[in-house]
């Protein structure tokens, strides 16, 4: 099935051969001088790719692979009866071998880094320790709840839910919720919320009134200046809606890198930029003692609120609620595509509370990434380290190119398997001065 100009329409088939793997998720394959992104393929396959839609401007097409003609060594029967064409949109690797899915997202973060910030990284993908299947791990999910109010996950680039009887990635305390058993009528989602301590959660979407606060234990060790094992071991109340990593070990796994890394000293001053309820501020202010200080900022107010209360016994935290461009006082990004800058209010002036310097400073921002304004006021401090934890690695990669550009060189890139069977990726950045 062609189209007017001659390339292919949605609802064609054809075999292709795949080349490589893309940042995003996609195998990539070409026909005729259209590239297709195909879903549920591997590099070095043949396979039969049904094409589902047309990118902006039809300059690529998306695909499904319908039919494997050559498999890939590193293809896998998928664990879950739900993962596949048409079918659920949770998972993209299931169809890959767990070794073959962290070998592809340690490509894919070497290829941005080389295509954005111009440079060779060794990069290997860790799994989060004790993580050796890649399932059972998943401790928030979101249930879509359809107008007959059953709900399911959602089909890949679908409002359509799909009746998922028992999601594999899911942690043991979702499970539990028996949230797909129940009808919903009424609620657009629910949301299915393990924590570390205490009972999980199903919280209907819209929320009624705050919404539930559940409780996190984050325990980890990690080598400190001096040489010496530094433990840790704190709760965090937090929204049950509210940011927190979904993997039951990425926040111990994030938060030992990074301090690993930081080699924090008593005295010193720090900077926990987009801190949430807390986490690394918490650790920062175990190592700066009570000479030291820290400042973290945090644009959602219940998240603030509940890191003033995690960390009301260390008083040399102060957390600012605030969005970390206003906090500095810079303009606020252009909005995706427009080339407007937002229309929101913002600070006309620094805040107060931040320093003119800083030692060592965390930067763990949304997807978007900081930014080149935010990038550039953190040079400006003259940290003599930063650590930057990321979920995009092209966001990291453009980072890290103002970051070189303003004096701070990568030093290390650490990449973490936080989402088995996604394409999903988290790394664990350092830049040091000069
Ligand atoms: C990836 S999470 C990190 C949270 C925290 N560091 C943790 O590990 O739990 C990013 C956080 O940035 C916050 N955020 C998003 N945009 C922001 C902005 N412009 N300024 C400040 N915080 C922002 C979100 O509310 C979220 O809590």
Redesign the pocket.
Known sequence: MTGPTGGLEVGAEVEVDVTAFAHGGHAIARHEGQVLFVRHALPGERVRAHVTSAGAGERFLRADAVDVVVASPDRVVPPCPWAGPGKCGGCDLQHVSLTAQRALKAGVVREQLARLAHLEVDVEVEPVPGDDAGLDWRSRVEFAVDDAGRAGLRRHRSHAVVPVDHCRIAAPGVDRLEVTEHPWSGLEAVDAVAPSLGEPVAVRVPEDGSGPVVRERVTTSWSGADGTTVTFDREFAVDARG???VHPGA?AT?LAAVMGELDVRPGERAL??????G??ASALAEAVGPTGQVVA????PS?TEHARANLADQPQVAVVT????DAFGVARPSRRGTGRRSSAPRRAARSPLLPPSADVVVL???RTGAGKAICAEVARLRPRAIAY?A?DPAALARDTAILAEAGYRLDRVRAFDAFPMTHHVECVATFRAG
Request: aromatic share 18%.
């Open positions: 940011f927190w990593q926040a994030f926990d930029l987009y801190c949430g309820v986490l690394f900022v945090e644009s959602d998240a605030a969005r970390v461009d763990d921002p949304p934890v979920c």
